[in-house]
């Protein structure tokens, strides 16, 4: 069962100066002692969660396994849940594929698993986290994150014009948009789009696009739309197969996901 109240966490964005292309950032802070275990709803992006807290710190849980501290949650973790005891505190990075395979060198091997942030960025992920700790405000720390993922994208693995536009495109038609079609748009074949855009994002573009699909409708269902309203507007063929999609990504029925406090929180830490 999932646990969390909302208004008694404070949550910081960071203003427009310091964002980045592909990259969101958010900042978490738990005013009063308390308990929280929350599932995370499939989003399509790698998330990084820096951990900030004093004390117990904030647990992860995926496949049985979990994580204290920082960690990095590729694309489709499964079953995620975030826990911790007390003043909890964290930063949340989410990363567009595109993004995290310049950031963190590649994600195929990412997908399905939630990992430690120092298994992926070595001693610097150590470095980073003693800034964050020493900052004076929220703005500081949005700040030394921006500058560190800057140089990183600037320096990190190339992902191909064509992944990068196909990628763009689903983004862009929030789902609805046919993979074979993309293909045709960027003069490969089926079997190179496939090769390439699993290689370099970690993912197959036919579930990218369902994936994309999904987080479209799961808030417009967190809005409080009505099941026949999303199928509607999402693109489904019909109830049955939004609610089966819903369950694909989420585990949840499309009422699950309404009521999800991961998705009660989403417009607020992460605007437009």
């Known amino acids: ?10 949550v910081a964005v960071p203003r427009r100066a310091v964002r980045l292309p592909g990259v969101s950032m ?3 802070r738990q005013r009063v002692p308390a308990l929280v275990d929350v599932g995370m709803v499939a989003h399509p992006s790698v998330t990084v969660l820096v951990d900030l807290s004093e004390g117990e710190g904030v647990v992860c849980e995926s496949g049985g396994r979990r994580v204290r501290g920082s960690v990095v949650a590729g694309l489709l973790p499964g079953d995620l849940r975030v826990g911790g005891r007390g003043m909890g505190e964290c930063l949340q990075i989410r990363l567009q594929p595109v993004a995290a395979s310049a950031v963190l060198g590649g994600v195929r091997d990412l997908t399905g698993t939630v990992v430690p942030l120092r298994e992926v960025w070595g001693p ?3 470095r980073v986290e003693e800034r964050l700790h020493a900052a004076a405000s929220w703005e500081e720390r949005f700040a030394i994150v921006a500058d560190v993922l800057r140089g990183r994208l600037g320096a990190g693995s190339r992902v191909d014009a064509e992944v990068v536009h196909v990628w763009r495109r689903m983004v862009g038609s ?21 090769s390439r855009f699993r290689a ?8 990218a696009v369902r994936l994309v699909r999904f987080d479209h409708a799961a808030r417009l269902l967190a809005a409080g739309r009505t099941p026949a309203g999303v199928a509607c ?4 063929v019909d109830q049955s197969h939004l609610h089966r999609e819903v369950r694909a990504f989420s585990g949840l029925t499309p009422g699950g996901v309404a009521a999800a406090p991961w998705l009660g929180i989403d417009e607020v830490a992460w605007p437009g």
């Open 1 to 10: 069962m999932s646990s969390c109240d909302w208004s008694l966490v404070d």
């Open 26 to 28: 958010a900042g978490f």
């Open 233 to 236: 507007a999402g693109g489904y």
């Open 200 to 207: 370099q994002l970690g993912i197959g573009p036919k579930r």
């Open 124 to 126: 610097g992920a150590e």
């Open 174 to 194: 929030r789902g609805r948009v046919r993979v074979e079609g993309l293909a045709d748009e960027v003069g490969w074949g089926r079997q190179r789009l496939w």
